[in-house]
């Protein structure tokens, strides 16, 4: 029974089954929210709402019975566990927190979708890397802020008439979000400024912001191989099927007896004619003696 229970949830179909229930119920989470609608389609939307949730407590449950403790050593499980149990419990208790929470139930389709996996995993293993990215760009933000402020703040106050706005402004610009008008303002005033807008585009938009992404898909690269790695490594330590084993040694046994059994007529045939031969060798010999 376990067996088979292993191969119904390992099997494609039932992975390619989940990712479409978890795709519906995503969409039947966006009509609830729909108001201008009759009662009956309401009324639909929560009858199919309860039925994915209730086939994904029947999905957990396969793979808890399946997987046993194992189960709870993946972080991916533990997740899709507490959105489950969460969703759940929207259906009995009315709170609304609950019913936003339960919106997360899309996230399950991280652990069915290996590629998305590998992207949400690079991205939480690039975080390390990231956060000391962010701490330069702060560095980056807080030198040209105060730049901007000792020499355009009393011309330019709403852009930079203290450190804290010049940061907000300097966030904007970094943004691409109407960067070329505020530069263009200033640049009337103050000519040289437009070397100053043009080093804080290319160290913050182009350049860090580059980096991060370069981390990201280094990460990228390194989960990939890894999976590739422990897939060449499972393959390696499959346990052989013992049954078609033994099968093709039958057929090689079989096939090795029936030739056995003609070289065996064979032999006997041959065995006959040497005596025979044999037989009238003597015969011979006495009457070339007599002549």
């Known amino acids: 029974m376990k067996d088979v229970l292993t191969k119904l949830v390992g099997s494609k179909f039932f992975k390619a089954f989940v990712v479409f229930v978890i795709m519906l119920n995503a969409a039947i989470i966006g009509f609830e929210t729909i108001r201008h609608t009759t009662d009956i389609f309401h009324e639909s939307v929560f009858y199919i709402d309860d039925i994915c949730i209730a086939f994904f407590l029947l999905e957990i449950s396969l793979k808890i019975f399946v997987k046993g403790g ?16 969460i969703s759940t419990a929207s259906i009995f208790m009315a709170y609304p927190a609950l019913k936003i929470i339960s919106t997360l139930r899309i996230l399950m389709l991280m652990d069915e979708i290996p590629s998305l996996k590998i992207i949400v995993g690079a991205i939480l293993k690039s975080l390390p890397s990231i956060g000391w990215v962010g701490f330069l760009l702060f560095i980056d933000y807080y030198v040209f802020a105060v730049i901007g402020t000792m020499f355009f703040g009393k011309t330019f106050p709403a852009y930079f008439g203290s450190v804290g706005i010049s940061l907000f402004t300097l966030f904007q610009m970094m943004t691409l979000d109407d960067w070329s008008n505020i530069a263009k303002q200033v640049v009337v005033q103050h000519p040289f400024a437009y070397i100053y807008f043009v080093i804080f585009i290319l160290s913050s938009a182009f350049v860090i912001l580059n980096v991060v992404i370069g981390i990201v898909c280094n990460s990228v690269n390194e989960l990939k191989d890894r999976e590739q790695e422990l897939a060449k490594i499972a393959k390696s330590h499959e346990v052989p099927d013992v049954e078609s ?12 007896a029936a030739q056995l059994s003609e070289l065996e007529l064979v032999l006997d045939a041959k065995t006959c004619e040497a005596k025979e031969e044999f037989k009238n060798t003597p015969k011979d010999f006495d009457r070339k003696l007599a002549k």
């Open 70 to 85: 194992k189960f709870f050593k993946s972080g991916w499980n533990v997740f899709d566990l507490s959105i489950i149990l």
């Open 245 to 256: 084993k033994l099968e093709i040694v039958r057929k090689h046994l079989t096939l090795a």
